[in-house]
């Protein structure tokens, strides 16, 4: 009678086998499904009311603990002002707005010492312009510095002693590239670099020139001015901010003699990754290592371009233009973490195990990364099953 009974409950080999091929099967089904679900979180109050879709299009997203900063506007059209807000990332809620800035976009922010900086890239009625700062953990403490004679605020970089501020204006007239800097925190700020149009040529009627991106390499800056001639755009000098002073080198160059416009620079690994668009434009990728640079041609494709790119202190992120997420640990090797990406996403930013998205009608995303099984657990669940069979058949073990 015990004997019947016991053989009753015993699953057959047959039956764990199948059993453990299905959970497999649906584990590996189950990852790969995860990575391509896109999950809608929320709304930009205030992108959402602006007039034009480059105004209304999440153009930048900068995560700091556990909440995303989000940069949105038009320069083009001179929307603004804009209402600045971060997003947090475990209740998926927008923060009242965090100050109101009399600018036409926020398109750069950046953190420094648990500082914020959101540039007002395009001052309005060419106001003094300078950032709205605060505290990243906090919704109290913002302020706006707008007090210094820029046209443009296009960068922020910081050295352990230094901040700088980059772009064009100056206290004389709106056609020089600038950098203003602070040893201070912020507290106040000086001119610290103005680069004068070509000898002989006099700003106006679409002569001028700007600092796009500054960057950090091992405590030193590095702002590339590019000069319009007519409306023309071409690389001029290199500057490199050494920790007493500025010092001029060539105009930066590939070995091609491709340059870049040297925007959204980003510190990795103690190299330089930069953009050569403006936000919400597909843009080629580079590298520079402070004395070359390099064009990117992720997975062998040298045409690629990306919406935007994202920096972790081990991976680069980049949004493509044909539709995936890639990242790299090296700048030569590149995975693909998403793919069929829909076609409004033009930003990301990355928190933990979580890709965020902003798209072109200012809303928000998220994608969880979901990692699939390792060889490791697949030889656990395979050892599992013939010990597990061996053991209802009898067999020795």
């Known amino acids: 009678m015990s004997s019947k009974l016991h053989g009753g409950n015993c699953a057959s080999p047959r039956l764990v086998h199948f ?177 004068n149009l070509p000898e002989g040529i006099e700003g106006g009627n679409g002569n001028f020139s700007r600092f796009y991106g500054a960057a950090e390499i091992s405590g030193e800056v590095y702002v590339q001015q590019i000069f319009f001639r007519a409306g023309v755009a071409e690389p001029s000098t290199m500057f490199r901010f050494d920790g007493t002073g500025w010092n001029e080198h060539p105009p930066l160059l590939t070995s091609a003699g491709e340059w870049t416009y040297f925007i959204d620079p980003d510190e990795f690994k103690g190299e330089i990754v930069v953009r050569d668009a403006h936000p919400g434009e597909p843009s080629a990728t580079y590298r520079f290592d402070g004395s070359e640079l390099v064009k990117l041609e992720p997975n062998g494709l040298p045409d690629l371009m990306a919406w935007d790119q994202y920096v972790t202190d081990d991976t680069v992120y980049l949004l493509t233009n044909d539709r995936r997420v890639i990242a790299s640990k090296d700048l030569v090797d590149w995975e693909t973490i998403a793919d069929n990406v829909p076609l409004t996403f033009r930003s990301l930013a990355v928190s933990d195990n979580s890709v965020f998205f902003g798209t072109t009608d200012s809303s928000l995303y998220r994608l969880t990364l979901v990692p699939e099984p390792s060889s490791t657990s697949l030889l656990v669940l395979l050892t599992f099953a013939v010990v597990t069979t061996n053991r209802r058949s009898g067999r020795p073990r």
């Open 19 to 195: 059993g453990l091929a299905l959970i497999t099967w649906l584990w590996i089904v189950g990852s790969l499904v995860a990575e391509v679900q896109f999950e809608y979180i929320g709304t930009h109050p205030d992108a959402v009311l602006q007039e034009t879709e480059q105004g209304q299009t999440l153009h930048t997203l900068h995560e700091v603990s556990g909440r995303l900063f989000v940069g949105y506007g038009d320069y083009s059209a001179d929307t603004g002002p804009i209402a600045f807000r971060s997003f947090d990332t475990q209740n998926l809620t927008f923060s009242s707005p965090l100050g109101t800035v009399d600018t036409e976009a926020i398109f750069r922010i950046q953190d420094s010492n648990g500082r914020v900086f959101a540039l007002t890239t395009d001052p309005l009625l060419r106001d003094p312009g300078g950032y709205l700062g605060g505290p990243a953990g906090s919704t109290e403490g913002w302020a706006p510095e707008n007090s210094l004679p820029f046209l443009h605020v296009l960068d922020f970089a910081s050295t352990e002693s230094m901040l700088f501020l980059s772009g064009s204006g100056g206290p004389d007239d709106i056609f020089h590239s600038v950098v203003y800097a602070s040893s201070n925190g912020g507290s106040t700020w000086d001119l610290s670099l103005h680069a």
